[in-house]
């Protein structure tokens, strides 16, 4: 029997075959944004600055079926006048190709800062939103979704 | 896409002076991330709106810059406080450089 240790049976091979299968399905994934990439793009934006948490309401659903069209709204507590607003909020999303998902540029004549739009999300993820108010200070908010069906196609 | 991208806009065409109304529009694109591959598995180049601008007679007063993590045909909601009566213009750019336009009127009670 002793030589039968270097014969690879048929069931190992196909074992094999599984494996290599399953990191060739795996690797494309190494291609997608991760939380370096998130803070990467905010340490573009702002620097070293660091965002404190609050003053955000970050609406989205917990549980994405179809992660094509995923609901994001977002509100920034502000007065909106032209002494105190929000200048800019940024929506990232970690586990999708590109981190980037929005960028809002409000004015104090929206009155109130607020925002609805539909994004697509690849996996199950964060999303972390940032808030540039016009006196320069930043705020953020995270969310966790998670995703059924991925909504990046093959 | 077969067709030119159709803006939508819903705007109440009568306000109050300092009524704070919100504004939803949605334009028909396909928003192709350019991650996609097609059946012989080459990549379909990406073709999106980057730049969706509302402006109120003529002065910008929302803008929002979407990237490739925007679903097809893209809806965007928005706030505005009304101060008088006017015309919204709006405006989707789109990566090859063309422009899609509608416009809003608003009139005060």
Redesign the interface.
Known sequence: MEKDRFTVSRRDALLGALVAGFAAALAPNLAFADVGAVEAELKKLFGDKKPAEGKIKLDIPEIAENG???PVNIEVESP?TDADYVKAVHVF?DG???P????????P????A????????AQTQNIICVAEMSNGSLFSAKANVKVTIG???? | MANTPTPRVRVPSQAKVGELIEIKSLISHDMESGFRKDADGKVIPRKIITKFTAAFNGKVVFQADWNPSISANPYQSFFYKVAEAGEFTFAWKDDDGSEYNAKNKITVT
């Open positions: 094509l069209v995923v909106m999303a999708n190709p590109l980037g998902v929005v960028s809002y540029h409000f004015t004549a929206c009155g109130k607020s925002a609805a739009t539909r994004m697509r999300l909504g990046c196609g093959g």
